[in-house]
């Protein structure tokens, strides 16, 4: 059905790309210890009944040698059972208005109804997943993995197209730019929330074309901190920002997916206090009390607060031994001590991020959302907070503290040459030089994380995974190769041998989350928005650096990772927003950075010494302004222009109007039809019998004062004759007037 | 059919409160020059044919005497024709989303249809007047008042309903808070444009109760300019603007007119450049070039600069003159000569602001706007410039420059005394006060604005137009008596005498424009936004002002006003975005004004001297990101309450999927008959015999290997089976390890 197949049935290996018509493939762990191992059979018979009773038809085979797993194969058994999921989905869709008409108008039989709307891979493979997760009230199998009775579930996944995958890497590594076909082929596989991830990245890359030249201009010819620069970057920060939220519509209009954030999907792990009446659909409701959610969620100011102080303090340290070792420690080690804050930074980091992230995650499971996209919404939030934190505290700290204050603050690093002068053994102080500001520090900063740390994200993104794959592979063979004499039951049959060990290296891979994606890009675009003032040539790195990004990105999904479950989007979700507010503060650091290091108005050593304060806040506010407007001015321009999405629509709508209007002229004739009851009101032209007289006359004496005013004039030419006989008289009426 | 008759067929006065069925009057000015008056004539014959080939029924009956004009009554003719009106718009709304389910999808009878969701007089009304109105390709009249040929129809409108007037005004008059009832009489009579004006006056009228109850408390404890009570205002302003946008919606749902703001109507002015054909529904479509548009919008900033050119300058004039009078002045007629600012401002200021509107009006036109809508909103940011800059530049010029500025500016003000000089006969100089900065003008200068403008604004809205119209009807008496003998054909019915009469007196009424009365209360919510931290008791004031505004206003419909034409709305359209203007720059003003003004700071003679800019800006820049953090906050909060308007359109798709869903009950049953056909996939716990398994191995002989990966494990039992043995050698293995 979803594959069709490239090799004649019997054919030496049938299945070197075939996935044999599974839609799904349920990794099953077993546990180790005896006393529950009975359970996790017991779950396990089960499992294969819900399944049944579902729909699916299901198919064991044991799982990798030594992991201890079953892989449970399964796919919705009878057409006629998607083309009702199909069915309903479509109409489900329909009555939220994601579909502009609801599916079958002309009420074809439903075979020819699906030839004429086919049902597409990714939406066969969404109902499957949605028919093996939801609740058995709801028919579904309700298997929800790690969860409950379920919890041996370790997965559920599809299973990656090789062949499609093969092409989809040679021609993305082949080509400069990415279009809309290559995306439609990408949403037909892996769901519109794969797709947009990949939409926003190609438009982020088309419009880094032009910072990437501007910058590149300004760079040769401004310099740094330039206001004519800073004002073009946030221009067109703001047209990218607007043009995205236009485009995204316009995507989602196009994909057929406009509206479907309205559809929310129940989230298994929420817990609700009680079960209530809805009063207004008379269903039985679960309820989770508002108040107690928001309770929690007021938990988010102390988690803030908190990374604010862990991430903030070893930033901040790290930042003052640095600057205590490069600018004002001259003794002993200096080469090998200037590692130091890296290091420090290089262990710490990662491990306080982890924890942090581990709590943002414990935080939103406490906030016990009823659907996945607000627990997402919320987890999103969390994770930019700490993102914002880790990537710009430390440019902030060195724009608006180091160079402004740093004469101020510096001699407190004294701190750190008294403690030094206790682990000396000799009486004398240690050396130290005397401090200057280090004007091209910012500079470094910036350069560091937008191309350095951009390099070392690739190489942990891509290689690290990969490279720790293929280890644990020789590992795994040599341990394999070691225990193969106890083979028994776990023997392949020779055809589905190849297929099995793919499917079961699938089944190790990490799950494809797209969230982390979009986070890495967003906070590059914040780079740019906020930082690039700095170096204009941000953009140019960036470029280049996306263009590897949208390959390796591909090559995650289809190699790194399992394939993902095609799920639906109407856009880039919470991170939108994010954008919006990066693309904001630009504005004010910008204006704040051209006005503190711009260098005609600075020292004579690159500093700014002669900083007034009102001055500072006027031109942030002023920018900050300026910055409001244009985004008005901008919004209302670009949502004047026709888009390929909304033409769509307006075409659907258009043949919806043109079809019932078909379907209303036969009511129309009705009327008509109808209409010819009613007496003497409408006929023009009426030839004026005595019998018609006399029938008035008869009428007349019965009716109401309504029915006579009406009957004064009988059609319209009387009505035009009596007119012209009071314009005559008026006109005698005026000359007579005139002439006395 | 929109009447019913209260006085039975026949009774003496039937017409006292009695509308004869009609739906329309077409006012038909004729002209004076007997050179137009056959072209009036003809055009009048062709207006009552084109209207009765609309379908309309048409009496034509003398205007009022000696004005030269004729009134066509005019209404739908035939019930099927009023019906398939009302069915094709309805379909429309729901292709527009407006409604949720399509009309009578159950497929009654039209008739019985109509009894279950009946016409209203609103929705009749509105039809009628679209038809008239519509161009003849859409079946409609194509009449367009004061337009082309139809440059003699003076207007088209409907009758008042007296006997609802009376009941309306008198009720009204007696209670203290309007309900959702009130809303919804006035809804059905007047349509949701005028509905939702007085909804938002109510929502507003109910939220000045804390304003008014915190501001007088306020006035006693903290006095004027307290930063408390500017925050409190501030929080005050987004909860009701956030609530406001949410009550909006809510509204729109509960009238059914949700999104109508979709479905535009065509202005008849709109002039097109060239007709092309819509790539998309291959409709021919009116094409105005965008970018002349653009260049004519452009034309907003010359005249947003000389608004404030012209009216700045009549207001810092009068300002000036104003101080030197008062506060420099002490010389002869001061007391005569106090009140020249006034007399130039009550002079010039209507003067200004009606050739300006004139002008905008004018720009509006030009712009050449294909919707209705789109002309409104243009033009009502015009007003809105216009009405900011007349309402605030005073106060503003008080608070930001006079106070700061008072002591640099006010010596230039000798160019006055320097003037004044040359006039005195004598040589001596003119007598002069040493001038201090008066901290009470800002006080007293709000007070006016909020309290006496207020009063004499009731004043010129509704006692001046009754007074108007009283004194012209004694003076119209008099002339008709002394014309009396004149009389020929102009003779009325005495059955119709009264009614006719009435419907003369209506038709010289002016048209009730809602855009007035909106402006009105936008403009009185900006003093309380943006200045009431001068003197707290404003809401006060406004309460009172706002209980008599909407009584007033209700009589100005009632009495004052032709009734208008019941168009829908989904919202108060472009005034939200005015309001949340006004509500974010209160904000800014609030802080400033407290920053300048708190006495704790000022100096001894209470103006505040010891100003320092940073300060100032730091302190507006918090309390602008304050409020737009509260905003978000807010909307955060609001939006996760239910309301009614939400809870209905809940109860309505969810009655519409039921339906749907019963419907598929059906579709179910035939495929699950349908799926029996796919041999033994589903079936569990299938008993095996022979031959079953001699067809299977028929079968597989011939099938693919798919077919083969499936049929492995016949059904879920057989799953579980091997599953279970699966489970079973992978502990022994495990044992077997751990004993090793």
């Not at 030094?420 to 102080?429: L, S």
């Not at 769509?648 to 919806?656: L, P, S, V, Y």
Request: glycine residues 6%; charged residues 20%.
């Amino acid at each position: 059905m979803a594959e069709t197949p490239d090799h004649p049935a019997g054919s030496s290996s049938p299945s070197k790309y075939h996935n044999f018509d599974v839609d799904y493939v349920i990794h099953y762990k077993l546990p180790t210890s005896p006393s529950e191992s009975a359970k996790a059979e017991a779950a396990f018979s089960q499992l294969i009944h819900v399944l049944a009773k579902a729909g699916f038809a299901t198919e064991v085979r044991p799982g990798k040698q030594g992991s201890n797993s079953l892989l449970v194969f399964v796919k919705l058994a009878s057409l006629p059972l998607l083309q009702s999921q199909v069915y309903r989905s479509r109409i489900q869709d329909w009555l939220y208005g994601v579909r502009t008409a609801a599916p079958n108008p002309t009420n074809l039989p439903l075979s020819r109804y699906f030839d004429s709307e086919p049902v597409t891979e990714a939406e066969r493979l969404r109902l499957a997943y949605l028919l093996i997760t939801k609740t058995k009230n709801e028919n579904g199998a309700g298997v929800t993995p790690k969860i409950g009775t379920w919890k041996y579930v370790e997965s559920i996944f599809p299973l990656h197209d090789r062949k499609f995958n093969r092409q989809w890497i040679t021609e993305w590594s082949t080509k400069y730019v990415l279009d809309e076909e290559d995306l439609t082929k990408i949403r037909d596989k892996f769901g519109e929330r794969v797709a947009f991830y990949f939409a926003f990245l190609q438009s982020y890359f088309k419009f880094l074309l032009f910072p990437a030249a501007f910058g590149s201009a300004a760079w040769l010819l401004l310099g740094g901190f330039s206001w004519f620069y800073a004002a073009v970057n946030c221009l067109w920060s703001v047209i990218f920002f607007e043009h995205w939220k236009m485009k995204e519509v316009d995507l989602a209009v196009q994909w057929g997916v406009r509206g479907v954030g309205k559809i929310q999907l129940p989230r298994p792990q929420f817990q609700f206090e009680r079960e209530s009446l809805d009063p207004v659909t008379g269903e039985i409701v679960k309820v989770y009390s508002p108040y107690k959610r928001l309770a929690r969620q007021a938990l988010q100011v102390p988690f803030a607060i908190a990374c604010v102080v862990v991430l903030g303090n070893l930033i901040v340290s790290c930042f003052a031994i640095e600057i205590f070792i490069n600018e004002v420690y001259i003794g002993l080690f200096k080469q090998y001590l200037t590692f130091l804050p890296t290091i420090l930074l290089t262990i710490f980091m990662p491990t306080f991020t982890t924890l942090l992230t581990k709590l943002a995650e414990k935080l939103t499971d406490l906030e016990n959302y009823e659907t996945v996209d607000a627990h997402q919404d919320s987890f999103v939030q969390k994770i930019f907070v700490l993102n914002f934190i880790t990537s710009y505290l430390g440019i902030f700290l060195t724009a608006f503290v180091y160079v402004p204050f740093g004469k101020i603050l510096v001699p407190y690093l004294d701190v750190f040459s008294m403690t030094a002068q206790k682990f000396t053994t000799e009486g004398k102080p240690l050396p130290t030089q005397v401090w200057q500001i280090n004007p091209d520090r910012l500079k470094k900063q910036v350069i560091y994380f937008t191309v350095t740390a951009q390099i070392v994200n690739f190489a942990t993104e891509v290689i690290v995974p990969y490279a720790k794959r293929k280890a644990f592979k020789t590992v795994e063979k040599v341990q394999a190769l070691s225990e193969k004499n106890e083979e028994g039951l776990l023997k392949d049959s020779p055809d589905e041998a190849a297929f099995l060990k793919r499917v079961r290296n699938e089944a190790e891979l990490a799950d494809y989350d797209v969230t982390i994606d979009y986070r890495e890009m967003v906070i590059q675009f914040g780079y740019l928005s906020l930082f690039s003032v700095v170096w204009p040539l941000t953009a140019c790195s960036f470029l280049i650096n996306n263009w590897v990004e949208a390959r390796s990105d591909a090559m995650k999904i289809a190699v790194n990772s399992k394939r993902p479950i095609p799920w639906r989007a109407d856009s880039i979700g919470p991170w939108l927003n994010s954008l919006g507010f990066l693309s904001w503060l630009g504005s004010l650091t910008s204006a704040a950075l051209v006005f503190l290091f711009n260098t005609n108005k600075s020292g004579p050593d690159g500093s700014p010494w002669e900083i007034s304060a009102w001055a500072l806040l006027l031109s942030i506010l002023f920018s900050e302004h300026l910055y409001l407007v244009v985004q008005f001015v901008v919004r209302g321009v670009l949502a004047k222009l026709d888009s390929p999405g909304l033409q769509k629509e307006r075409a659907e709508r258009f043949a919806m109007r043109k079809l019932l209007l078909e379907q209303m002229i036969e009511h129309d004739v009705l009327s008509a039809e109808a209409g010819k009851g009613a007496p003497g009101l409408l006929g023009s032209g009426e030839i004026i019998t005595r019998e018609a007289l006399e029938e008035e006359a008869r009428s007349l004496a019965t009716v109401g004062p309504e029915k006579l005013f009406w009957q004064r004039q009988r059609g319209p030419d009387e009505a035009v004759h009596i007119g012209r006989a009071l314009i005559a008289e008026i006109a005698t009426a005026n000359q007579t007037k005139a002439r006395r």
